[in-house]
């Protein structure tokens, strides 16, 4: 079933399923789907016509879909989606096809020529970056993000023209082996999901797997290509890239003026001089690189490559500034990871020195609060004031002792306190809030819009 007439998503307002429900829609194909609880995607998708359910009695799935022959329907799932959900039962029962989200996506990718973003962190900034630069720079894309571009407000472009796809790869539960990419940027690959694949040799081996499915040029971070080659077979045209790497795509004269951060891009044999990235971070100069590099391979001019990169607005939760007064600043990020939170709490201290920093930390999944505990520990204490939240379950069950007290106390800082969402706000009310940062990636965004407007009410 390669065109399917009729898709039924359960999980639908997830990033990533919630963009393949809109391209299939786009196609034509009548879709419909289910989600646990209601979010602004999912409204969005009721908006622009896709039926959304929210209980899983069957009962409820629309009409069309129940009373149609199940062989022309196809089931998406998602994994974090458990397999007892009675909607999976049902069109189990009704012998409908079900594949994963990772196979829907491979099946895409097959359609055209694709460029793949992977790694435990990066990925989503640098794919979106890419097909900024890809559309800005007129060449028509197709792009599958796991997050909301600030530039389209959306988290898929879709273009009846488009010459190539974009696709954020994803490493949980090996989806990213689904993919048929011709090109690829590997831009981190520190150990994560370790309920999925048990050790971090395994997960590098899955990158290496990834890897042997590029058929063309693949760009890798310097920091981590050794150790890809360790476990590749089969490596091709695998290129470094970073601020420093002399024998591939690298920045050069990083400063920052005015705010932005200016820089010259050494790649592919050319140097572009003093280009302007309004993101902040220093990683971000990073992601730059990549997708910079990329993009000029995929045929972007020079000059509108310059464009793209100046008027590029960043991801949604990506060091998003969310509230700005005389005496405050509010950056929200969606860093759930001891690198991304070395990364964000990095470029706070470089954009705001001598600043006093508050962040407020959801942890997500008990599983990895407990393998990088210390990891997270060294990384949280670089703030002056620290708010941990309950951990943030997800798809997992209580670990006996995992909590965010537990984790709190690892963490070297005085000013260390655990926090409930519902007193969140009273307790920062109290406080004199400096640069105040909130982080993580369960549900901790919800709260963000009520703290902006405190900050603001406090100017």
Known sequence: MER?????????GGIGMSGLARYFRRQGATVAGYDKTPNEIAAQLAHEGIDVSYSTDPRN?????????????MVVRTPAVPMTNPLIAFWKERGAVIKKRSEVLGLVTRDRRTMAVAGTHGKTTVSTMLAHLLTSGGIPCNAFLGGISANYDTNVLLNSKAVLNVVEADEYDRSFLALHPDEAIITAMDPDHLDIYGTAEAMYQAYAEFAALVKGRMLVHERVLERLKEHATVLRDAIPYGLDA???????HVVVRDGAYHFDLVAGGQVLRDLTLGMPGRHNVENAVAAASMA??????????R??????LGVRRRFEVRARTEKSVLIDDYAHHPTELDACIGSVRELYPGRTITAVFQPHLYSRTRDLAADFARSLAKVDELILLEIYPAREEPLPGITSQWLGEQVQL????????????????GRNVDILLTLGAGDIDRLVPAIAAMVNRQE
């Open 4 to 12: 399917p007439e009729l898709l039924y998503f359960i999980g639908i």
């Open 61 to 73: 799935i629309p009409q069309e879909f129940r009373e149609a022959d199940a062989t022309r329907i």
């Open 246 to 252: 002399v024998d591939g795509p690298h920045a050069e």
């Open 296 to 305: 000029l391979h995929a045929g972007v001019e020079p000059h509108a490559l």
């Open 307 to 312: 464009k793209g990169l100046a008027t590029f």
């Open 414 to 429: 005085t000013n260390t306190e655990v926090c409930t969402k519902e007193r969140l706000i009273p307790l920062l009310e």
